[in-house]
Each structure stands twice: as structure tokens, then as C-alpha cells.
Nanobody, 128 residues
Framework: QLQLVESGGGLVQSGGSLRLSCAGS????????VAWFRQAPGKEREGVGC????????FYAGAVKGRFTISRDNVRRTVHLDMNHLYPNDSAVYYC?????????????????????WGQGTQVTVSS
């Protein structure tokens, strides 16, 4: 079973940048699509974006498109979420998730209940 561990969260000022990482172990990450989700206090968990197995395709939610970038290094079994121009409403716990069956597409972020593996989450706080 693939295990995921997020890192890189922290406190950043509005307008700043942060890089999150998702490290996979227990299996070849190249067989899995990876997505990022986030959950703010009192809100439902929402999709941020996903990346295909090879890294050749990405998809982003409208709220982060143009500001966030997902990349992956299958040799190092790591997926990154680069977040730029952060706003206070980007504050949330960020989770990475992986799945062996799905494709990364416009529909993927609405299917979070189907993801096979989840990390424990990392807190991102953006101060105003």
C-alpha cells in the first residue's frame, strides 16, 4: 500500500509563496495519479489540482489556476505543490492523495472519495 507524507506547510504572508511536498513510499509512485486537496476550518475539503502519472498533464481548480503548480519527480517519488501569490483564504490543511485507477482530468477533483491513499495533511496559514 502506498503511503504518503506531506511536508512544507507553515506560515507565510499574503502575497508570498510556499512549496509543499508529498513523498510516497511502499510502492512505485509512477503508477499513481496524485492530487492535492485542502480543507479550511468549517469548510468541506476541496480539490486543488492533480497531476498525471507521467507528469504530462495537470488540472487545477479555478481558485488556484495560474497561481499554483503541481510537478512530480517519479525517481524521487515526490510530488510538489508550488503556491504563489497566496491569499489568506488559501489557509487550510493541505492533503495529497493518490489513486491507481483514475486519470487526472476535470472530473478527478470531484471524486476525492475514490482516492486510495491519503497523507496526514500539512497546515498552511497565510497572514494578511
Amino acid at each position: 500500500q502506498l503511503q504518503l507524507v506531506e511536508s512544507g506547510g507553515g506560515l507565510v504572508q499574503s502575497g508570498g509563496s510556499l512549496r509543499l511536498s508529498c513523498a510516497g513510499s511502499g510502492g512505485g509512485l509512477y503508477n499513481w495519479i496524485v492530487a492535492w486537496f485542502r480543507q479550511a476550518p468549517g469548510k468541506e475539503r476541496e480539490g486543488v489540482g492533480c497531476i498525471s502519472r507521467t507528469g504530462g498533464r495537470t488540472f487545477y481548480a479555478g481558485a488556484v489556476k495560474g497561481r499554483f503548480t503541481i510537478s512530480r519527480d517519479n525517481v524521487r517519488r515526490t510530488v510538489h505543490l508550488d503556491m504563489n501569490h497566496l491569499y489568506p483564504n488559501d489557509s487550510a490543511v493541505y492533503y495529497c492523495a493518490a489513486d491507481r485507477q483514475m486519470l487526472c482530468s476535470v472530473l478527478t477533483l470531484d471524486r476525492q472519495h475514490e482516492f486510495d491513499s491519503w497523507g496526514q495533511g500539512t497546515q498552511v496559514t497565510v497572514s494578511s
